[in-house]
T-cell receptor
């Protein structure tokens, strides 16, 4: 089956620090990969995505590269802000007739301190 | 910007009672989903719905659960006889078209507490 493993949090950083959240996956078929973010009290928002090997997704200073050889999709940001404090979820979806459900990792809570 | 809405934001119920969680997907979307997140655990897929029928469901989605799109705008999740372990955050999502390129848009969630 499909599964996503991401590093456990919480991750506590100072403002302007470098952030990496590791994500690896197993999938039957060729997955698309996603990072979702959940700010306090809100729902899940798509942060970025990549649909094929070597694609790089980017948004709001965050980046992740689809690495098929290592089955990974690590999230990075060079200089975090307090407003980046949230829970980050790595997820995958495999194209299939039945509707493309998302399979999520466990989430990583990130706390950025001023 | 169009968004998925969910009501109520928090539902408290007694064990054994029926609950209905409501969602209004984005109006021109065709695919609808329910996910849940037990506190401290991962977000889990429950069910997907397309063309007025369930297209896929997980092992969690047993006979106690049902979904319905009663009026062309609402998408509901019913739990017939709630158990303590149903306490979770329930997220509704919708998607315009099929294909992994197409984003699922999530609502803010309903927190269900079963006492």
């Amino acid at each position: 089956g499909n599964s996503v493993t991401q590093m456990e949090g919480p991750v506590t950083l100072s403002e302007e620090a470098f952030l990496t959240i590791n994500c690896t996956y197993t999938a039957t078929g060729y997955p698309s990969l996603f990072w979702y973010v959940q700010y306090p009290g809100e729902g899940l928002q798509l942060l970025l995505k990549a649909t094929k090997a070597d694609d790089k997704g980017s948004n709001k200073g965050f980046e992740a590269t689809y690495r098929k050889e290592t089955t990974s999709f690590h999230l990075e940001k060079g200089s975090v802000q307090v407003s980046d404090s949230a829970v980050y979820f790595c997820a995958l979806s495999v194209l299939q007739a039945a509707g493309n459900k998302l399979t999520f990792g466990g989430g990583t809570r990130v706390l950025v301190k001023p | 910007e169009p968004e998925v809405t969910q009501t109520p934001s928090h539902q408290v119920t007694q064990m054994g009672q029926e609950v209905i969680l409501r969602c209004v997907p984005i109006s021109n979307h065709l695919y609808f989903y329910w996910y849940r997140q037990i506190l401290g655990q991962k977000v889990e897929f429950l069910v997907s719905f397309y063309n007025n029928e369930i297209s896929e469901k997980s092992e969690i989605f047993d006979d106690q659960f049902s979904v319905e799109r009663p009026d062309g705008s609402n998408f509901t999740l019913k739990i017939r006889s709630t158990k303590l372990e149903d306490s979770a955050m329930y997220f509704c999502a919708s998607r315009l078209l099929a294909g992994s390129n197409n984003e699922q848009f999530f609502g803010p969630g309903t927190r269900l507490t079963v006492l």
